[in-house]
């Protein structure tokens, strides 16, 4: 146990996370060259898309320092606030954290955030200056931001590079003589924390765990304790480029078991693994995850229901957090009502849908869950999912939204501007920290629903790029909610409903017919588009008759690229959704989220 | 019967909406020229049908000499069986049209002038960055006629600006008194890489309302049938006995061979190949005998989407017993599903054919895409 070291990564997205770690891989042998694809670690395609991790891996590497060999379980973490209980558990199985900060852009929120849960967790933390081979690096600045942050010397921070390999020797050293060893008891009852799990076609479902106390062995009866659920150790072992099956692990070390399990949402994040026999207690942080925001997803083809339904099956047995349900709507037949961590995650389900699965699917817009309380019955919430569901307004007594608190990290220069946007979100400023001279800490008590909302893209364009952002939840506050409705030719469409803040009706209402005006093509006859509150209509545009569509020139014999364009036009309004008599473009549910755009 | 398409790829100046492959540097012209001659000779064998149309096309192929223009009508004479040649077209721009210039073209067998007036406004032909004047447009159809040539078209863009109307009323009246035969018109197209997208862009130009190009269209389709013209394809007008050969040969299927940069060539079954749209790499592929070319094998959809696209540009419209015999008989049954969706103002249909009215013409790509396989 004296030379296991079990660390993690906290790092902002695009810091240069997963390009650093696969330097250390190559520097301990642990992969070679040839099987170094461009970031190891995030294998999912989408994750190297889009540069950022979103499920949590590990990797066990051997280092030998002074003659001794060391084992080093590289413990990485999402780098998204809508995983950020992931990123809680993956701290907790750690002794030591290295701290990446991009040498040219400075400390992030989101950085911020993790790296005060790691101090939480007494985790030894090494400061990493990252991207120092870039001619934009500004160390000097930078080092003060991370001195003033964790209080270390200037020179413990390492300066490095994942591009050349500057530092990585530094690095491990640092990990071998910093990180302390595991302290666990080896003759306790087992308890090992489950920090991840992933999902094995063949396999079932295999779960990361490190092993706090005690000893895991092949053929144990173990039990998951907030399951409740038993089984046997058909395998274990530990994690090296592939799995390496082991008798035993021994307290300390970080592993993976397989036991027969078919479903993600057995094998919680969080959860502990104790023997059948002799059972240790419960690890304490334990948190069933929960959704954060709703939307509906239903098939563009009415006839890919069945289809859609085993997509999600598939995706729900690698991705526990995603809950669904059915549910249908009058404008867009039967779909299911799922459930998200938060809206980068429901893009990458729906992403995931149309690539892995061929799925041509309609997003509705999106919204957090509501607590409606009745006249009737003032005690008990009803949790409102849906707009659709909730109550008649002359039933309620109230209706509750969820809150967050939200931490946004900038330059001074936005700090005007980024208090704008917050107050038109119906934001609470609570704190304002000076970090450097020129980087303040913004602390904001929000609607979770305004977050959704075009938040982040509106963010980012006020502040040029220089914001970061984390939350998390704080509970429930009364809200004066309605429900604003959308009407095509007369028709409510009710997978465009919304539940939004009275005062804002009016503005909102407007702007969604706009958009919407803008998104539905030209069809054979007039469509007016209406916002309404009840039977009151606040808003109204119309998209005029197309009267004129076509290529006046098809010159010289060039009939294929006219062919091909017309070929390639109607495969696009194979994507539109007929409601009513009106084509509804796939994208146009999800206009309330770009409004000003 | 099949058609030779030249595409000779230069020109004096950028016209603002033109996004067809040109260039102006006409130092470059032997050279393409010289590849042009090569490449009409190994293509000696692909075409059995004899010819019966030749286009000159652009580009503008007014900046040929005389002897560049004999010697590729020479090489085409010498290789393809032009017995039966009827009409060759020649392009021109109104300011290379001296009457020196048109008796050579005449010398030379040309038959039909294709005359890119576009506009007989000043302030027009200014927007479209024209070289010409609206006089020197009007002057170069007099000394088309004088010059003896009876069959010629004119080129008329409409929809150019806020004064669209009393624009398109000079241009009908100069079309009127001057005894033009034949006349193509275009409603302005803003394409992708022109320089009129870029002042779209930058808020210099703007694109009319679609009640502008409606009007126009509906006032040149008045205009046709009140002085004899017939609206014989969706831009094309032309007096009794003076349609474009040529160009009807593209609506009906026939094959035809393009020679230049960016030509388009058809086999008249099923492949349609294009050369490189680069003045530079043609003339190299041509010289290394590399391959200067794409082509593409249609597919059943594709043949019956392309005829459905041809044949609704044009007055006749498609012929039921035709797909009948060359397609599966759903993808009848199907257009008659889908075109009783539609207003039954666009179109005409009757046992044996289905054609276009020309309301429907004016969103035929909407209707395309409904019928469209």
Redesign the interface.
């Known amino acids: 146990m004296k030379n296991i070291r079990n660390f993690c990564i906290i790092a902002h997205i695009d810091h240069g996370k997963s390009t650093l770690a696969d330097r250390l891989l190559q520097a301990t042998n642990t992969i070679s060259d040839r099987e170094l694809k461009e970031q190891t670690l995030d294998d999912m395609d989408l994750e190297r898309e889009r540069g950022i991790t979103i499920k949590s891996h590990a990797i066990q590497m051997e280092y030998n320092h002074n003659g001794e060999k060391y084992i080093l379980n590289l413990i990485d973490t999402p780098g998204h606030v809508d995983f950020s209980y992931e990123v809680s558990r993956s701290i907790a199985a750690c002794e030591g954290a290295l701290l990446i900060v991009d040498a040219t852009q400075g400390i992030q929120a989101q950085t911020i955030s993790n790296l005060y849960l790691a101090i939480e967790h007494d985790l030894e933390i090494i400061p990493i200056l990252n991207k120092m081979d870039l001619p934009s690096a500004m160390p000097e600045e930078v080092k003060d931001q991370i001195v003033d942050l964790i209080g270390c010397d200037r020179e413990d921070i390492i300066a490095a590079s994942g591009k050349t390999g500057l530092g990585v020797d530094k690095i491990l050293d640092a990990i071998v003589n910093k990180v302390p060893a595991p302290k666990g008891d080896p003759n306790a009852p087992l308890q090992a924390l489950i920090f991840d799990s992933v999902f094995d076609s063949y396999r079932g479902i295999n779960a990361y765990f490190k092993v706090v106390n005690g000893t895991i062995r092949k053929g144990d009866k173990v039990k998951f304790i907030a399951t409740g659920k038993e089984y046997t150790a058909d395998e274990i072992g530990v994690l090296k480029l592939k799995q390496e099956p082991r008798d035993v692990i021994e307290t300390g070390n970080v592993g993976y078991i397989i036991s027969g399990i078919k479903q993600a949402k057995e094998v919680k994040v969080g959860d502990t693994i104790t023997k059948v026999e002799n059972p240790g207690e419960p690890i304490k942080g334990f948190e069933d995850v929960k959704p954060m925001v709703f939307a509906g997803i239903y098939p563009v083809d009415t006839d890919e229901y069945e289809d859609l339904r085993d997509a999600l099956e598939k995706l729900q047995l690698n991705d526990a957090s995603l809950t669904f349900e059915p549910e249908s709507s009058a404008a867009l037949g039967f779909g299911f009502r799922c459930g998200f961590l938060g809206m980068l995650h429901m893009e990458i389900i729906q992403e995931r849908l149309e690539r892995e699965f061929g799925m041509t699917v309609i997003t509705t817009v999106p919204n957090v869950s509501y607590k409606a309380y009745l006249t009737k019955d003032p005690e008990t919430p009803i949790m409102v999912h849906n707009p659709s569901d909730l109550p008649d307004p002359s039933k309620l007594a109230k209706v509750e939204e969820p809150y967050i608190k939200a931490s946004i990290i900038t330059k001074s220069e936005f700090v005007g501007a980024i208090m704008n946007l917050c107050i038109e979100k119906r934001g609470e400023l609570k704190n304002q920290v000076y970090l450097t001279t020129d980087r303040v800490e913004l602390v904001f008590d929000l609607p979770l629903a305004e977050i959704v909302f075009d938040f982040y893209d509106k963010l980012k364009t006020i502040s040029k790029g220089y914001a970061s952002f984390d939350y998390h939840p704080i509970g429930f506050k009364e809200s004066k909610l309605i429900k604003l409705d959308i009407l095509l030719n007369g028709d409510q469409v009710d997978a465009l409903s919304a539940l939004i803040h009275r005062d804002k009706a009016y503005e909102l209402g407007k702007k969604i017919c706009s958009k919407l005006k803008e998104l539905i093509p030209r069809q054979q006859f007039d469509i007016a588009i209406q916002a309404a509150i009840g039977s009151k209509i606040i808003a109204r545009e119309t998209v005029k008759a197309l009267r004129k569509d076509v290529t006046a020139k098809c010159y010289g014999g060039d009939i294929s690229r006219k062919r091909k364009l017309l070929e390639k036009q109607k495969k696009g309004k194979k994507r539109m959704r007929q409601i009513g008599s009106v084509e509804v473009p796939q994208k146009a549910f999800l206009a309330v989220l770009k409004l000003d755009d | 019967m099949a058609g030779i ?1 030249i ?1 000779i790829p230069f020109c004096h100046q950028r016209c603002s909406y033109c996004d ?1 492959h040109f260039s102006t540097l006409l130092k470059h012209k032997e050279k393409v020229i010289d590849a042009l001659l090569t490449e009409i000779e190994v293509r000696k064998n692909e075409l059995s049908a004899p010819i019966e149309t030749i286009y000159f ?1 652009g580009g503008t192929p007014s900046v040929l000499s005389e002897k560049e223009l004999a010697t590729l009508l020479d090489f085409i004479f010498k290789f393809y069986d032009c017995s039966q040649v009827k009409e060759i077209t020649f392009e021109a721009n109104p300011e290379d049209l001296s009457m020196a210039y048109l008796k050579m073209l005449k010398k030379n067998g040309i038959n039909r002038i294709s005359i890119g007036t576009q506009s007989f406004v000043d302030e027009e032909l200014r927007l479209m960055n024209r070289k010409h004047s609206a006089k020197q447009g009007i002057s170069v159809i007099k000394n088309i006629q004088d010059a003896g040539f009876e069959n010629f078209t004119a080129d008329i863009i409409y929809g150019i600006n806020k004064n669209y109307k009393k624009n398109l009323a000079e241009n009908i009246k100069v079309l009127q008194s001057l005894q033009i035969p034949h006349f193509s018109a ?2 302005l ?1 803003i394409e992708e890489k022109t320089l009129l997208n870029k002042k779209v862009k930058t808020g210099e130009f703007s694109i009319l309302p ?2 502008a ?2 009007y126009c ?1 509906n006032t040149l389709h008045a205009f046709a049938q009140e002085n004899d013209f017939l609206h014989y394809e ?2 094309n007008y032309a007096k009794p006995g003076f349609k474009s050969l040529h160009n009807s040969n ?1 609506w009906h299927n026939k094959p ?1 061979l ?1 020679f230049g940069p ?5 086999d008249g079954k099923n492949i ?1 190949r ?1 050369n490189v749209a680069n003045n530079h790499l043609y003339v190299k592929n041509i010289q290394k005998n590399t391959p200067y070319f794409e082509q ?1 094998i249609l597919t059943v959809e ?1 043949l019956f ?2 005829y459905l ?2 044949k609704l ?1 044009t007055i006749e419209g498609i012929d039921f017993k035709y797909l009948s015999k060359n397609f599966p008989n759903k993808y009848s049954t199907r257009i008659l599903e889908q075109i009783k969706l ?2 039954a103002s666009w179109y005409n249909l009757n046992e044996n054919r289905l054609n276009l009215t020309p309301k429907g ?6 209707i ?2 409904k019928l ?1 396989i």
């Open positions: 398409y595409h067809f096309g275009y409603a197209t679609d009640d190009y409606e269209f969706l831009s593209y035809y393009g960016s030509a388009h060539s058809f349609r294009w593409e594709n989407n392309e696209m041809t540009r539609l207003n013409w004016l969103i035929s790509d909407f395309l895409k469209f």
